[in-house]
């Protein structure tokens, strides 16, 4: 978050944010809003491994990523690899994605999740089978609106906090 | 405690160690689950957590559809009754021919010394929670152990067979679709009587597979259970073929079929439970 408060309450706002990315997945999704739905607990994890990388990051990506593969029947590490992927590439550009606005954010944010996304491909299709047609990058698309969405919000609740720390 | 902006360098390990470790524990999960099947309680686990949260996620929408329900217009709601009527009197028509005809048949397996097919249980189940179909196409029950399903038994709804349970939780279930690419369905020609195998292709479609050539088979043809793998009772409605075509390079046509029960769509299903002499027939 802008202010760098390392503070009892800034724990409670990421898991706060966390369930209820994990909430929100557990809707009644189907159809077309389901293959359009963005994958909102990446989103979650790559926000706070942005805003706050000494406590969510790995670890949280790994076990957030066992509970996505279990939704969705998959095989368990799927996505578990491919979040901790997510969050290795968001570290190494975390420098510079602190200092851009939202829009730059969210097009950098695009190869990212871009990346994590074709990771469960190749996953899947190594340890499973080919998976049926290329509908699984539409959530790449909503996530990254999704992105811009909540760094246009966070930057608009907090001003220009955010580039004072980078 | 690492200051802002200094964190590669006051921690142990860096990002590219940490990154490697996760991936070695994440492949070796990947391996454990896919060679030896020993993420199962894992799966229970998240299953047990996530039930409750389910249901009461599912609230909203169901509290929408109740709304809808209660505004519909009472003209429709005649007219609705009034068509249920006449279908109601048409099936209890058929339906005393068809007790008729299962009395004729069970005298006539009596003659024939044949066993008995099984009696059947039915268990009213709805759908949960639906996940990507990426790869697995899988829905979610919210039927379980506790109502006495088990990892096998056939799924249909109105229309036709939906798929098979192939996971069971303590509360809730996994059905695996019949569209499903690892699913095959002994399915018959109801027009012909040929016996296939009709395997899912993705897409929410199957294919009816291994057909020569010279098969009668054309589009509009149903395809219904045949019974022969004890798993699905037999003339439960799958599929009807949407296409046929023939290929030069293979002594098969390429039959393709769309799926009579309404896959992802239907929120209501039952589940076939065979009673216990069922498994010694």
């Known amino acids: ?145 999704l992105w811009y969405l909540i760094a246009l919000l966070v930057r608009l609740l907090h001003g220009k906090g955010l580039q004072d720390r980078a | 405690m690492a200051t802002q902006g200094q964190l590669m360098f006051a921690r142990g390990l860096g990002p590219t160690a940490r990154l490697l470790i996760w991936l070695l524990v994440g492949v070796s999960c990947v391996v454990l689950d896919v060679r030896y099947h020993a993420l199962e309680g894992l799966r229970s686990g998240f299953s047990v957590l996530l039930q409750p949260v389910r249901q009461v996620m599912r609230a909203p929408s169901d509290v929408a559809t109740e709304l809808g329900h209660f505004f519909t217009r009472h003209r429709l709601l005649q007219k609705e009754r009034d068509a249920l009527l006449v279908k109601r009197a048409q099936w209890l028509v058929s339906a005393n021919a068809a007790h008729e005809l299962a009395r004729e048949n069970s005298e006539l397996r009596a003659l024939l010394q044949l066993q008995t097919r099984p009696g059947q249980k039915l268990v009213h189940a709805a759908l949960l929670y639906q996940g990507h179909d990426w790869f697995a196409q899988r829905i979610t029950l919210d039927q379980g152990a506790s109502a006495g399903l ?37 399915v018959f020609v109801e027009r012909t009587g040929q016996r296939g195998l009709a395997a899912g292709s993705g897409h929410g479609r199957l294919e009816l597979r291994y057909m020569p ?69």
């Open chain 1, 1 to 145: 978050m802008s202010v760098p408060d390392q503070t009892s309450g800034s724990w409670r706002r990421i898991l706060g944010t966390l369930v209820l990315a994990v909430l929100l997945e557990q809707l009644p999704w189907a159809g077309w809003a389901l293959a359009l739905r963005p994958d909102f607990v990446l989103v979650g994890v790559l926000f706070w491994t942005l805003h706050q990388p000494a406590r969510i990051g790995f670890g949280t990506a790994f076990f957030l990523g066992l509970l996505a593969d279990f939704q969705d029947g998959a095989v368990f590490g799927q996505h578990a690899i491919a979040y901790v992927i997510g969050v290795y590439l968001l570290l190494f550009l975390r420098l510079r994605l602190l200092q851009f606005d939202p829009l730059r954010q969210a097009a950098q944010l695009f190869p990212i999740l871009l990346t994590v996304q074709l990771t469960v491909l190749l996953v899947g299709w190594l340890a499973v089978n080919p998976p049926t047609g290329l509908a699984m990058l539409l959530p790449v698309l909503s996530s990254t609106v």
């Open chain 2, 150 to 186: 088990r990892s096998g038994l056939p799924v249909v709804d109105a229309a036709g067979l939906v798929g098979q349970v192939s996971r069971v939780y303590p509360g809730s279930s996994e059905v695996t679709l019949i569209s499903n690419a690892e699913q095959l369905t002994p």
């Open chain 2, 213 to 281: 050539s010279q098969t009668d088979i054309r589009p509009g043809d149903r395809l219904l259970t045949s019974g022969i793998d004890r798993v699905y009772p037999a003339g439960i409605p799958v599929a009807r073929v949407s296409r046929v075509s023939r290929s030069q390079s293979s002594p098969y046509l390429r039959v393709e079929c769309l799926p009579l029960s309404g896959l992802d769509r239907s929120r209501a299903v039952l589940v076939l439970i065979a009673e216990p002499q069922g498994a010694t027939r």
